[in-house]
């Protein structure tokens, strides 16, 4: 299918052939009719991206003290290729638009095949042919609506919450400042709420516009219109002043915020709908107490996974309004003609025109306020059907192959065929670089959830083929080892499932997140014979950690190990903040700091005992090993960020070691102090530990990591959780 895609490190906007997404539960599979670009929010994504580095750094300064912070952590080179991972990738354009079901996911039966929706998000509602929705992201159309007009619901809720946030009343009177595309929308759901408008804008045209749809009067903010506007201002309000001012402006100019002040009554609501300059002037808001409020996207429900992913809605006796309810309310008005939309649209264009479109919109050389892009439409006799999701280098897209499962199996011709399922930030920046420059490893086949994430994976990694259904890698017969490295609840079921292909298997920590998902793997090792396993257990692999372990001493003494792990904050958005589906933290990554120590001591856990902290995610943790040997892991997350992320102390025989976060080690022995320094940079050993996997498949060799050391790896993890819960010591 055909997607419009950007490249923020370059600037580049193209239409890219990509794999359709594949339809999953909780949602349903949409062939776009119409989008609508946002003249406003994703005109300035593109211009962000045309910036040089330093200009991104300026307009993005949250970003910058992300990486100063990561680079504190994990060392200049690491966070270096996470980052030129991310900017060099092709991202998704839009948010906004209307299209027919093709397929219905399980979960979704509300909808039906052939049924035209309005779809949102900007993870989802994109210039693409064909979109996955879910459910509470779509609304049906009411009958009436043409499909054009529908593609405005999204930016049309962005308009309503906006108006819900200032709570107008009838007989109200309101300011907009900005009288673009979510402005003129503002104007009309005023309008249509019985509240006199006057309007601000640079440009005449839509000035112009936003009288034509109700507007009292409109001007430009400068001397002459200002004056006319406090006029009329005045005549409206009985000269108090407006009630409600709506910041629909973009840009640098802290003239909308000043102007506000300037025409609010006292007490009045200031609404921030766009994304402007606020230097609030202390003394114009103190003196009039104005009511600052911010307006979030388009309603509740916004940015929360458990909405918007898991389709969780919020009860309408608590939450009367959310994002849904918004696209719903918002398609209604249209249909009852409330709210008109028609003379929004600028122009019409086919999908194939978009990058002309867009550099004409960047130059002023097509001025627009609503532009609608067009795409092919299936033929009236020909039934809907799911388009095809894989894509192979050099032919058209095609259908899947089919595998015969069977008994473990080496490479095939000396050379390691892998699939991947996932290809996200830590898999594009820690494993596929290594993979890629590995002679004994092909990069075959790789599936994400996201058509792009695909096409980034199979464009900087020569992947041959790229598909958007883990499917399509479990059955290719041609491949020799599947790679996961999705997201922590889905490891134990894809495991399972590339068990029983036969195939070599490498999954992300953590292999499982309850002792019920263990046994599911234990049995399907067993039921096919296949124990070819491997978690990615990297630290044991690090070459400063195995060098300062040789020096030490004998692997049979027992030690005591102490390991401090300062994991710091989650961001707002973070994937891990979800504890019912994903897990604790703990449960994600203390995997990681047991395998560590249980290498160490050369023996497997056989008892943990865990206390919480005074932070949410954090755990105090001794475990006993089978030799003796003893070990606490300090996980705490309240540290300063810029702290070190990892220490690891030991002591045993006289010996004293300790690791410095993989940038530098000591070790104490008899009179002496020995100091190792990495050869090349901080390093936690991802390199070396794909490259003893390849060369264990490739060659019939032991794994790694053995089997048993995984299991009761994975299981002292989950004893962690099990003795916060239960206050004493759980065996493994």
């Given at each position: 299918?055909?997607?419009?895609?950007?490249?923020?490190?370059?600037?580049?906007?193209?239409?890219?052939?990509?794999?359709?997404?594949?339809?999953?539960?909780?949602?349903?599979?949409?062939?776009?009719?119409?989008?609508?670009?946002?003249?406003?929010?994703?005109?300035?994504?593109?211009?962000?991206?045309?910036?040089?580095?330093?200009?991104?750094?300026?307009?993005?300064?949250?970003?910058?003290?992300?990486?100063?912070?990561?680079v504190a952590q994990q060392g200049a080179v690491s966070t270096y290729k996470k980052v030129m991972s991310r900017l060099d990738s092709y991202t998704p354009l839009g948010y906004s638009l209307c299209g027919v079901i093709v397929e219905v996911g399980k979960g979704a039966e509300e909808f039906q095949v052939g049924q035209l929706v309005a779809a949102a998000g900007n993870e989802y509602a994109l210039h693409a042919e064909y979109n996955w929705l879910p459910v509470n992201l779509c609304a049906p159309v009411p009958r009436g609506v043409s499909p054009e007009h529908a593609a405005f619901a999204t930016v049309g809720s962005i308009a309503m919450h906006g108006v819900r946030r200032a709570e107008v009343q009838l007989g109200d009177t309101a300011c907009v400042i900005g009288l673009g595309l979510v402005g003129q929308l503002v104007v009309r759901l005023l309008v249509a709420s019985g509240v006199r408008v006057i309007g601000l804008d640079m440009i005449d045209q839509r000035c112009r516009l936003a009288e034509q749809a109700g507007a009292v009067l409109c001007a430009a903010p400068a001397d002459e219109g200002m004056e006319a506007a406090r006029r009329s201002v005045d005549e409206i309000s009985g000269g108090r002043g407006v009630d409600h001012v709506f910041l629909a402006a973009g840009g640098s100019s802290n003239g909308p915020v000043e102007v506000a002040a300037r025409l609010a009554r006292d007490r009045a609501r200031v609404v921030d709908i766009g994304k402007t300059r606020l230097d609030l002037p202390w003394n114009a808001y103190y003196e009039k107490e104005l009511d600052v409020r911010f307006s979030r996207s388009y309603g509740p429900g916004r940015y929360d996974e458990r909405y918007e992913l898991e389709g969780i809605d919020y009860p309408i006796g608590y939450v009367r309004w959310t994002e849904r309810r918004n696209l719903e309310c918002f398609l209604d008005l249209v249909a009852r003609k409330e709210i008109e939309v028609e003379t929004l649209v600028s122009g019409v264009f086919p999908l194939a025109d978009a990058s002309g479109v867009y550099a004409d919109l960047a130059s002023g050389s097509l001025k627009a306020v609503g532009v609608l892009l067009e795409y092919p439409a299936r033929p009236a006799d020909t039934p809907p059907r799911a388009p095809d999701s894989v894509i192979r280098v050099g032919t058209n897209p095609a259908s899947t192959v089919r595998a015969n499962p069977g008994a473990p199996r080496g490479a095939s011709g000396g050379r390691l065929k892998i699939g991947f399922v996932g290809a996200g930030n830590y898999a594009s920046s820690m494993l596929l670089p290594h993979l890629a420059r590995l002679d004994k490893a092909y990069l075959a086949h790789v599936a994400t959830s996201r058509s792009l994430s695909a096409v980034n994976a199979q464009r900087r990694f020569g992947f041959t083929t790229a598909s958007t259904d883990a499917d399509a890698v479990f059955c290719d017969a041609s491949l020799d080892a599947i790679f996961i490295v999705t997201r922590h609840h889905t490891h134990a079921d894809l495991v399972c499932r590339a068990l029983a292909t036969g195939k070599a298997v490498f999954v992300e920590k953590p292999l499982a997140l309850t002792r019920d998902e263990l046994a599911r793997i234990v049995e399907a090792i067993a039921r096919t014979g296949n124990d070819r396993l491997m978690v990615g257990f990297n630290r044991r692999f690090a070459p400063l950690l195995t060098r300062l372990r040789s020096r030490f001493g004998p692997a049979d003494s027992s030690s005591v190990m102490r390991y401090l792990v300062n994991a710091g904050p989650l961001a707002a958005d973070s994937w891990y903040?979800?504890?019912?589906?994903?897990?604790?933290?703990?449960?994600?990554?203390?995997?990681?700091?047991?395998?560590?120590?249980?290498?160490?001591?050369?023996s497997l856990p056989e008892q943990a005992y865990a206390v919480s902290g005074p932070e949410k995610d954090d755990v105090q943790v001794t475990v006993r090993f089978g030799n003796g040997s003893s070990g606490t892991i300090t996980y705490v997350t309240g540290g300063n960020p810029r702290y070190p992320k990892e220490t690891l102390d030991v002591a045993a025989g006289g010996c004293?070691?300790?690791?410095?976060?993989?940038?530098?080690?000591?070790?104490?022995?008899?009179?002496?102090?020995?100091?190792?320094?990495?050869?090349?940079?901080?390093?936690k050993g991802q390199r070396a530990e794909l490259t003893q996997f390849v060369e264990a498949v490739v060659t019939g060799a032991p794994m790694p990591i053995g089997v048993e050391s995984l299991l009761a790896t994975t299981q002292a993890t989950i004893a962690v959780g099990e003795s916060v819960l239960s206050g004493r010591a759980e065996r493994v």
């Open positions: 299918m055909k997607q419009i895609a950007q490249n923020y490190k370059s600037g580049e906007l193209t239409v890219l052939d990509v794999p359709a997404p594949a339809c999953r539960p909780g949602g349903v599979l949409v062939q776009s009719l119409f989008s609508l670009i946002s003249t406003g929010t994703e005109m300035m994504k593109l211009a962000e991206a045309k910036m040089s580095m330093v200009g991104k750094a300026r307009a993005r300064p949250d970003q910058v003290r992300k990486v100063l912070d990561t903040r979800n504890d019912a589906l994903e897990g604790s933290r703990f449960a994600g990554e203390g995997g990681h700091f047991i395998d560590t120590l249980s290498w160490w001591a050369a004293s070691a300790r690791l410095d976060n993989f940038a530098k080690a000591s070790l104490w022995s008899g009179r002496r102090q020995h100091a190792i320094r990495p050869r090349g940079g901080q390093d």
